[in-house]
């Protein structure tokens, strides 16, 4: 989508493929998380100091909440959930940067929640056998079968939607705030000088940006253990 308050269209590619600032973020924040990954791993020391301090909080930290949520049996997937952790809030933070956030567009967080999606009956089949797992479906009676199939179908479509709507109602309120405040310069005749817009917006920055973004990060990470989880058990 182009225009309004869909991402831009950045290039094309041959064959009429359409490079969006969705796809341009996105490889900036990885671009940022495979150096900082370079950088923080490349020299550890068995008495950690400075950056190694932080990077072995995060990751015990991660292992932790995969644990608590998971359970012990099921610590292998947090650099699953440590690595889309990170990927979320820093594209849900990208708005700070002056970026719009990959997560506003939701070709992103569907692709997220079909990720969820698949490991979810995946590993259910993977730990239950597939004729086990496929029988729950006619739990606790084959006439529900319908209605648990249209459940499952429900969650990525619930996930996406839920990230997508927090942060792309965050995008819509900062470009009407910066609108207003910009109509307002005019009306006092200081046009050029952004004086309104400089000050004012911060505080819905912190909220729409850093709250909201981290704590969503937070929300579709620990779905996707908990869903994880279940079908699995």
């Not at 490991?119 to 597939?130: D, N, T």
């Not at 606790?140 to 997508?164: D, W």
């Not at 009306?187 to 969503?216: E, R, W």
Request: aromatic share 12%; net charge neutral; with cysteine.
């Amino acid at each position: 989508m182009e225009g309004g308050f869909g991402p831009r269209v950045i290039f094309e590619l041959p064959g009429g493929i359409l490079i969006t600032e969705t796809v341009t973020t996105t490889w900036i924040i990885m671009a940022v998380l495979t150096i900082f990954a370079l950088v923080a791993t490349r020299r550890f020391d068995k008495v950690p100091r400075g950056l190694q301090n932080v990077v072995e909080l995060l990751v015990d930290g991660i292992y932790k909440l995969t644990a608590q949520t998971m359970g012990e049996d099921k610590k292998a997937f947090a650099p699953y959930i440590g690595t889309l952790m990170m990927y979320l809030v820093c594209a849900n933070l990208a708005g700070l940067f002056g970026f719009r956030p990959p997560t506003a567009d939701i070709n992103t967080t569907m692709a997220l929640a079909l990720m969820t999606f698949f490991m979810i009956h995946f590993f259910g089949m993977k730990r239950k056998g597939i004729g086990s797992y496929l029988k729950g479906f006619l739990e606790p009676f084959p006439a529900l079968l319908p209605i648990n199939v249209i459940g499952e179908i429900a969650t990525p479509i619930s996930l996406s939607f839920r990230l997508f709507g927090n942060i792309i109602g965050g995008v819509i309120i900062m470009n009407l705030l910066y609108g207003a405040l910009a109509a307002l310069s005019q009306s006092v005749g200081i046009p050029n000088i952004p004086v309104f817009q400089t000050a004012i917006p911060t505080v819905f920055h912190l909220y729409f940006d850093v709250f909201a973004g981290v704590l969503q990060s937070f929300i579709f990470a620990m779905l996707t253990m908990v869903f994880v989880s279940i079908a699995m058990d």
